[in-house]
Every structure is written in C-alpha cells, then in structure tokens.
C-alpha cells in the first residue's frame, strides 16, 4: 500500500534562508507525488505535482522538488525563505493508478523567523 | 468561477445532533471527495464519488454518509454527533484523470459538545 512519510512535523527558518522540507513515499507502482500547502483557517492549494515526466518539478512561490526514485523521495525546496511562506506543507502520493485517491503525509509546519 | 465551495464555515453541535455539511464545484469536475484534518494526522479520506452517482468509503467512513446530490454538489451527513467527530473537513473535486489536481475548498470547523 502508498504511504508517505514527511520528517519532522515544525521546522524552523530564518528569512532568507534555504528551506527544506522532507518527504519519502512507498508505492508499488511508479508514484504520482504532490506537494500542497496550507495557510492559516485557509484551505489546501497545490504547489506542484510529479507525475513522470521531468524529476525536478517547478512548482509556484518559487518552490520546487526533485524526485528521487533510488531514495523514494520527494523533498521540498526553496532557495530563500520569505516570511509569507510561513505555513503548513503537505506531501501526498496517489493510492495506485485506479481511483486516484491522494495518501496524506502528517504535515510539516514551517515558521520563518525576521 | 467560485471553484469548491463549503457551507457552512463553522458549526457547534451538541452530542446526538445530526447535521450535513454542503460542498458543490463549478468546475464541471467528475470526482469529489470528503476529508477530515485533525493535528498531527494530517487529511485522511472519508468518502469519495468517482463520478455522479457513485460513492464508496474511504479511510475513516464510521458515522458519517454521503450523497452525490447530482455532479456539482456532494453532501456529509452526520447522523449522531460524537465528540470524536470535533475536527475540519474539506471538500476537493478533481476533473477526471488520477494525476490531476484536486482542488480543496476553504474547509468547515466542526465542533461536538
């Protein structure tokens, strides 16, 4: 079955500073993988997806991800923290090639410090 | 285009009291889906509705229904209220293919007593 697992649920940075936000999966097949993100009393918004194409994937907000097969990752970037990026970030796999249904992992809460 | 919208934003019920919880889309989307997002446990699925017509459980399906009212609206039901049904729920819709992005509405907070 697809899982995803996202290390460490609150990370911290200062402004201007590189953010990295990890995400592993398992999945039997080969994984359509999604990051979302989530502000405050706000609903979920996509910030980019793999879905086999190119391994490093763009994403808005100047965001982006690089799929990893050998390491079954998919982890988060952006060069230089703002403070508007200070939100929680979901990592999310789709449940086989069916239904399409996304697998959640538990979040991570970014804060960016001044 | 109002995209997935949720109603209502914020309910307290008390324990036994049944209510449903509204989502409808304008995106002409085939799928849609219900969520619950409670700390630490990120969003785990309720029910979905592949297409108008068609429901089927999800992850966490006890004491919650649902119906799939035509293709834009899709309802939750809560039939007896629990305390352990405090949480948010989000709506999504997603058009057709298993790749394409599901779109979340501004979500419901639910509070049982």
């Known amino acids: 079955a697809q899982s995803v697992t996202q290390l460490g649920s609150h990370v911290s940075v200062s402004e201007g500073a590189l953010v990295l936000l990890r995400c592993n999966y398992s999945?039997?097949?080969?994984?359509?993988l999604f990051w979302y993100v989530q502000y405050p009393n706000q609903g979920l918004q996509l910030l980019l997806k793999?879905?086999?194409?190119?391994?490093l994937v763009k994403g808005i907000n100047g965001f982006e991800a690089e799929f990893k097969k050998s390491e079954t990752s998919f982890h988060l970037t952006k060069p230089s923290a703002h403070m508007s990026d200070a939100a929680e970030y979901f990592c999310?796999?789709?449940?086989?090639?069916?239904?399409?249904?996304?697998?959640f992992g538990k979040g991570t809460k970014l804060s960016v410090k001044p | 285009n109002a995209g997935v919208t949720q109603t209502p934003k914020f309910q307290v019920l008390k324990t036994g009291q049944s209510m449903t919880l509204q989502c409808a889309q304008d995106?002409?989307?085939?799928?849609m889906y219900w969520y619950r997002q409670d700390p630490g446990m990120g969003l785990r699925l309720i029910y979905y509705?592949?297409?108008?017509?068609?429901?089927d459980k999800g992850e966490v399906p006890n004491g919650y229904n649902v119906s799939r009212l035509n293709k834009r609206e899709f309802s939750l039901r809560l039939e007896s209220a629990a305390p352990s049904q405090t949480s948010v729920y989000f709506c999504?819709?997603?058009?057709?293919?298993?790749?394409?992005?599901?779109?979340f509405g501004p979500g419901t907070r639910l509070l049982v007593l």
């Open positions: 999504a819709s997603r058009k057709d293919r298993v790749q394409e992005t599901q779109y």
């Open positions: 999945s039997s097949v080969p994984p359509y």
């Open positions: 793999y879905t086999s194409a190119a391994t």
């Open positions: 999310a796999v789709i449940e086989g090639r069916s239904q399409g249904n996304l697998i």
């Open positions: 995106m002409n989307h085939n799928s």
């Open positions: 509705s592949a297409s108008e017509g068609t429901t």
